[in-house]
């Protein structure tokens, strides 16, 4: 496939801002049972709207990859069957309940839901952090279902899919939250950090048994069953049209093969090794934890980009051979 | 249930691209608007079509065959691009399951044509949607057209007759006789979308000649004391000649 880039920025851009929704709402409920000092209102507060920040971000670049932008709100129709349009719902909706939480902590809008027995006060913000943790997930199994049930797709359709796309958006958005927490509360940089670590690790053992199980994956189609002719000898001769067409487009990456080989330890030393290695060394430092969620991110995105040309298309074998 | 498709014959394709463009010019003259092309005349050029011929060779030269492989949408009955699209733009007809693209509703988000296995949808670079086959269903229901008329218009076009159109579901049709009868077969079966259009293989039709068949066994008239024998090696003329 194309990598196309407004796909690339739309999917690396908001993993990181629902993770960090998730790392600040973690450190809530770590705090709502005493295990961390809570936070001041408005360290939650800007950190939602940091994280809302990414979703705008990937917002405005998925808008790039319509043809007819000013119909987009039609694709939130067909939530019935296609999974693009849950997530065209659940992007929105996890955006409001981000900027929910932004408001009712930076408002002061704290107001008692319910006690519980052992005690336990639930405010507003606990319940407005817990649905927006479930629309978090369902966001993230939304985007990565997309490419996960492509049947035709092998190298996409697997639960890994779904499973890396929910650890790499957690475990940049964990090192945002390190760097975020490193600048205004430095004493929780610490507990960012060390889940960042737990996650970029997972995260990279799901990322390398997918390139594991991806590079064991036989085609199920050949030219053979492509055009139902069985030879084991088949040459395209042409492909009806000379200068290319859409089909030749839109499903080659038109990169080389050792352009590919390279791009692979590339995205591993980007978005694991490396921000594991600055990540390891200070949990303190705002500039080496910044550091490591620039280059965590921009490894993501590679890493994104891999994705799409890694996945062959079974269309590919009725456009070989331009003639 | 009726669902209109075609089965094209592989063995009478002669690969002369006529279903090609007649299927360019009928689609981009209709109401739907142009199909675009780019640079046309240029070095690059590109547009978008709903049929393609493509060419395959198949063994080693000399022991090889050309086959010729026109392409266009298969109208699957269980199309895996209707389920996705977001927007409910492409869509399936229950009357006579024809795919069909609503040029109004397509966001241009091209999803449908990842989760197409065939590459049968092409964007439109300027109307920035998605297009494919119709079936010509702006043609085939015409009743200004004279009936014969009322076919596809690569149908119409093709030289030697390899395109066939009708309804599959009916047993009595000429589709579904010639996938009955001269083996008729879908594309990439294994990913279970059921393609209504069927490809008929290239077939070969031998001569069988037994020996004795060579030389003429029968003498009706019984009159070879009188005719001459020639050798057998020489030519001889039926009822003239004592062989």
Known sequence: MKPAFSVIFLTTLIGAGQGLFLALFTHQSYSLFGLLPMQSDAFYGYGSVLALMFLIGGLISSVFHLGRPERAWRSATQWRTSWLSREVIALPAFMGITLLYAVVHLAGMRPEVITLPSGLVIDLSVVVGTVGTLLAFTLFVCTAMIYACLRFLREWHSPLTVINYILMGGASGFTLAAFYAALSAPTEARFFGGWAIIITVLALAGRIASLVRNARLRPTSTLQTAIGVKHPYITQRTQGSMGGSFNTREFFHGKTDAFLKQIKPTFLFLAFLLPLALLSVSQSSAGLLGFAFVLQLSGLMVERWFFFAQANHPQNLYYQTIG | ?243
């Open chain 2, 1 to 243: 249930m009726t669902q209109l498709a075609l089965v094209i014959d592989l063995n009478v394709c002669v690969g002369c691209h006529a279903c090609v463009t007649s299927c360019k010019e009928w689609n981009t003259s209709g109401s739907a608007g142009p199909l675009c092309d780019e640079n046309p005349y240029g070095a690059d050029p590109t547009g978008t079509f709903f049929n393609r011929v493509q060419t395959f060779e198949i063994g080693h030269f000399p022991n090889s065959e050309t086959l010729h492989f026109p392409k266009s949408c298969l109208h699957c009955e269980d199309p895996p691009c209707v389920p996705v699209c977001p927007t409910g733009a492409s869509y399936k007809r229950k009357e006579d399951g024809i795919v069909l693209v609503d040029y109004d509703k397509c966001i241009g988000c091209k999803y449908c044509t990842w989760a197409c296995p065939y590459g049968a949808r092409e964007f439109d670079e300027k109307a920035k949607v998605m297009k494919k086959c119709t079936l010509c269903v702006d043609r085939i229901y015409d009743m200004s057209l004279a009936e014969i008329d009322r076919k596809p218009s690569c149908v119409k076009a093709c030289p030697t007759s390899a395109r066939l159109f009708g309804d599959i579901h009916d047993p009595e049709s000429v589709v579904s006789k010639a996938i009955r009868e001269d083996g008729g077969y879908a594309l990439m079966p294994e990913w279970g979308t059921h393609p209504s259009n069927h490809y008929l293989p290239r077939r070969k039709t031998h001569l069988k000649i037994h020996k004795d068949e060579l030389e003429r066994a029968d003498n009706p008239l019984k009159v070879e004391g009188h005719l001459p024998k020639p050798g057998k090696d020489e030519s001889s003329m039926d009822d003239v000649s004592a062989w």
